[in-house]
């Protein structure tokens, strides 16, 4: 069964910086990995979406990759800014399953 | 334009109602869904039909039921309503469901869920 994890659980950082955002997924039989982002209150914005062939998307300051052979990707965020801060959930595209998603990483972007 | 919309945003009622909530979306999207977000905030799937029928019911109690009177609406009935129902519901809907590399989820904003 599909289990995706997420660290860290939540984030704090300064204006300006640049981070990154990990996922991790036990079962490499996927056929794509969303990375999303929820504001409180809100529904889920889709971010960036990578096909399993592909190694990275990229979206203004956005860049996500993807590495299915060891279940891993990554979501960096260059000079992060304040309207930057929400939960970041990424969710995997199973064979014969559904949407997986992780617990999600809570950042905050201080001015 | 809101794609997928859903209604009530929030919903507060006594336990033992029955009560439900709407979903529409006018993406032309093949499937919907329904995901349910706890207070840990884990997303976890609930339903999902491909135009009108029922493809995925993971283990949900039968006091949860789903209908769909066109491709375009999936709405969620829920009986009996119990203090561990209370909960974040999201309807969301995808292109095709066929499960392909291209797939994409699209949200609603969510319904509040608050059994008193």
């Known amino acids: 069964k599909q289990e995706v994890t997420q660290i860290p659980a939540a984030l704090s950082v300064p204006e300006g910086e640049n981070l990154v955002l990990n996922c991790s997924f036990t079962?490499?039989?996927?056929?794509?990995l969303q990375w999303f982002r929820q504001d409180p209150g809100k529904g889920l914005t889709s971010l960036l979406l990578?096909?399993?062939?592909?190694r990275e998307q990229t979206s203004g300051r956005l860049n996500a990759s993807l590495d299915k052979s060891s279940g891993r990707s990554t979501l960096y965020i260059a000079a992060s800014q304040p309207g930057d801060s929400a939960t970041y959930l990424c969710a995997v595209l199973n064979y014969g399953q559904n949407f997986v998603f992780g617990p999600g990483t809570r950042l905050s972007v201080l001015p | 334009d809101t794609a997928v919309s859903q209604t009530p945003k929030y919903l507060v009622t006594q336990m033992g109602n029955d009560k439900s909530i709407k979903c529409e979306q006018n993406?032309?999207?093949?499937?919907m869904y329904w995901y349910k977000q706890d207070s840990k905030k884990f997303l976890k799937i609930m339903f999902s039909y491909n135009n009108k029928e029922l493809i995925i019911n993971e283990t949900v109690p039968n006091r949860f039921s789903p209908k769909s009177p066109d491709k375009a609406h999936l709405n969620l009935h829920i009986n009996s309503l119990e203090l561990g129902d209370s909960a974040v519901y999201f309807c969301a809907s995808s292109p095709s469901g066929q499960f392909a590399t291209n797939e994409k989820l699209f949200f609603g904003s969510g319904t509040q869920l608050s059994v008193l």
């Open positions: 990578i096909q399993s062939s592909q």
């Open positions: 079962d490499s039989a996927i056929y794509n």
């Open positions: 993406l032309g999207h093949d499937t």
